[in-house]
């Protein structure tokens, strides 16, 4: 005999919510509790699918990966990988090593940065060229990039100043560096012999 559904179990709220991006404390303190308490159910839940669930309590965010398949597993991907742009990579590293820096000077761990401050950063591993404005531009295109991702986030009321999303650490770790590097490997290699 089936029981009848509880209707306060909130299971099915949280495991929608995780299936639409990123759960953040400061959104809703009463739906992060809820999912702190279902923790083991939803990672259950979504075992079934080849999913799992990361939480992060400190930083107070729940996101969902592609959980690695066995050997011999075939499941399709519920979450794409996205390829990215070199100059998206490269500014995705270097606000992480912004986020570093912070962690490791103590007192105010949020990083927030000004356009300029940005374009900077990444100026200096971009190719030299006499047209200053067409590069702002390509790197005013390459923040819009990673703010789309959501590891930037524009301040409200404050015309080009973003801070930097702390859920970078969890997407910017060693996996990502060594995959950034074996790329950038193969794409020199085939420049090199183009040349």
Same mark, same amino acid.
């Given at each position: 005999?089936?029981?009848?559904?509880?209707?306060?179990?909130?299971?099915?709220?949280?495991?929608?919510?995780?299936?639409?991006?990123?759960?953040?404390?400061?959104?809703?303190?009463?739906?992060?509790?809820?999912?702190?308490?279902?923790?083991?159910?939803?990672?259950?839940?979504?075992?079934?699918?080849?999913?799992?669930?990361?939480?992060?309590?400190?930083?107070?965010?729940?996101?969902?990966?592609?959980?690695?398949?066995?050997?011999?597993?075939?499941?399709?991907?519920?979450?794409?990988?996205?390829?990215?742009?070199?100059?998206?990579?490269?500014?995705?590293?270097?606000?992480?090593?912004?986020?570093?820096?912070?962690?490791?000077?103590?007192?105010?761990?949020?990083?927030?940065?000004?356009?300029? $401050?940005? =374009?900077? @950063? #990444?100026?200096? &591993?971009?190719?030299?060229?006499?047209? !200053?404005?067409? *590069? %702002?531009?390509?790197? /005013?295109?390459?923040?819009?990039?990673?703010?789309?991702?959501?590891?930037?986030?524009?301040?409200?009321?404050?015309?080009?100043?973003? $801070?930097? =999303?702390? @859920? #970078?650490?969890? &997407?910017?770790?060693?996996?990502?560096? !060594?995959?950034? *590097? %074996?790329?950038?490997? /193969?794409?020199?290699?085939?420049?090199?012999?183009?040349?």
């Amino acid at each position: 005999m089936k029981q009848a559904a509880d209707p306060t179990d909130t299971l099915p709220q949280v495991v929608i919510a995780l299936m639409k991006g990123v759960v953040w404390r400061e959104d809703d303190e009463r739906h992060w509790q809820h999912l702190l308490t279902l923790q083991a159910r939803v990672r259950d839940h979504l075992a079934v699918m080849g999913l799992q669930l990361e939480v992060d309590e400190a930083e107070g965010y729940a996101l969902l990966r592609q959980r690695p398949l066995d050997e011999g597993e075939d499941l399709p991907r519920l979450i794409p990988r996205r390829p990215l742009a070199y100059p998206v990579s490269l500014l995705l590293v270097l606000l992480r090593k912004k986020l570093a820096e912070a962690d490791g000077g103590g007192a105010d761990r949020r990083v927030v940065l000004r356009r300029e $401050e940005i =374009v900077e @950063l #990444l100026r200096h &591993f971009l190719r030299e060229t006499t047209n !200053e404005a067409r *590069l %702002v531009d390509q790197i /005013a295109g390459h923040i819009n990039k990673v703010r789309e991702l959501g590891f930037l986030r524009q301040l409200k009321g404050r015309e080009g100043e973003y $801070e930097v =999303v702390r @859920l #970078l650490k969890t &997407f910017v770790d060693a996996q990502f560096l !060594e995959e950034l *590097l %074996v790329t950038y490997r /193969a794409h020199a290699a085939a420049k090199e012999a183009a040349s």
